[in-house]
């Protein structure tokens, strides 16, 4: 296997982006458009907070991820997004991205990170990933998302800045 590469997302990786999101089978419709949305504010405006970084190997998209700074906070992050695709994962795509996201954070000045995610099925393997990682449960908000999708918060400390 090739080494992962790792990169600011550039503007051409749109439509791979969305062809990875659909590729995993997990996100409706709104989810995949709400990727989208977020990917153009990234891509139109450097000041709107998202930040994307594209994982590649050989060529290949194989994952991204989307972060950006927490508004009104001192070095709270937010990890929007991080998909990999299905053949790719449990190969280290995933965690080469969430640690991308982390050191860059931390040179930001980052303190901690915080992930949104469902506790449906689909998503079972997305908090045990972060568990992996070595991210707390912090929450579970049951009924968030809709009846029987609950919430659950995980945050990443970061040891320094």
Same mark, same amino acid.
């Given at each position: 296997?090739?080494?992962?590469?790792?990169?600011?997302?550039?503007?051409?990786?749109?439509?791979?982006?969305?062809?990875?999101?659909?590729?995993?089978?997990?996100?409706?419709?709104?989810?995949?458009?709400?990727?989208?949305?977020?990917?153009?504010?990234?891509?139109?405006?450097?000041?709107?907070?998202?930040?994307?970084?594209?994982?590649?190997?050989?060529?290949?998209?194989?994952?991204?991820?989307?972060?950006?700074?927490?508004?009104?906070?001192?070095?709270?992050?937010?990890?929007?997004?991080?998909?990999?695709?299905?053949? #790719?994962?449990?190969?280290?795509? /995933?965690? *080469?991205? =969430?640690?991308?996201?982390?050191?860059? &954070? !931390?040179?930001?000045?980052?303190?901690?990170?915080?992930?949104?995610?469902? #506790?449906?099925?689909?998503?079972? /393997?997305? *908090?045990? =990933?972060?568990?992996?990682?070595?991210? &707390? !449960?912090?929450?579970?908000?049951?009924?968030?998302?809709?009846?029987?999708?609950?919430?659950?918060?995980?945050?990443?400390?970061?040891?320094?800045?």
């Amino acid at each position: 296997m090739s080494e992962i590469a790792l990169h600011p997302s550039p503007p051409g990786d749109r439509q791979e982006i969305l062809a990875l999101t659909r590729a995993t089978h997990v996100f409706t419709r709104a989810e995949e458009d709400t990727v989208l949305e977020l990917f153009d504010a990234y891509r139109d405006n450097p000041a709107s907070g998202y930040l994307f970084i594209s994982a590649r190997n050989a060529g290949k998209l194989e994952g991204f991820a989307c972060w950006g700074e927490t508004a009104l906070t001192e070095g709270a992050f937010d990890l929007y997004w991080l998909c990999t695709l299905p053949d #790719a994962q449990r190969r280290g795509v /995933g965690r *080469a991205l =969430f640690e991308r996201v982390q050191q860059l &954070a !931390r040179e930001r000045g980052g303190r901690l990170i915080v992930i949104w995610t469902s #506790a449906t099925g689909p998503y079972a /393997g997305a *908090a045990r =990933f972060y568990e992996r990682m070595g991210c &707390a !449960r912090m929450s579970r908000i049951p009924d968030f998302y809709k009846p029987g999708d609950d919430l659950l918060v995980y945050v990443k400390y970061f040891e320094g800045p």
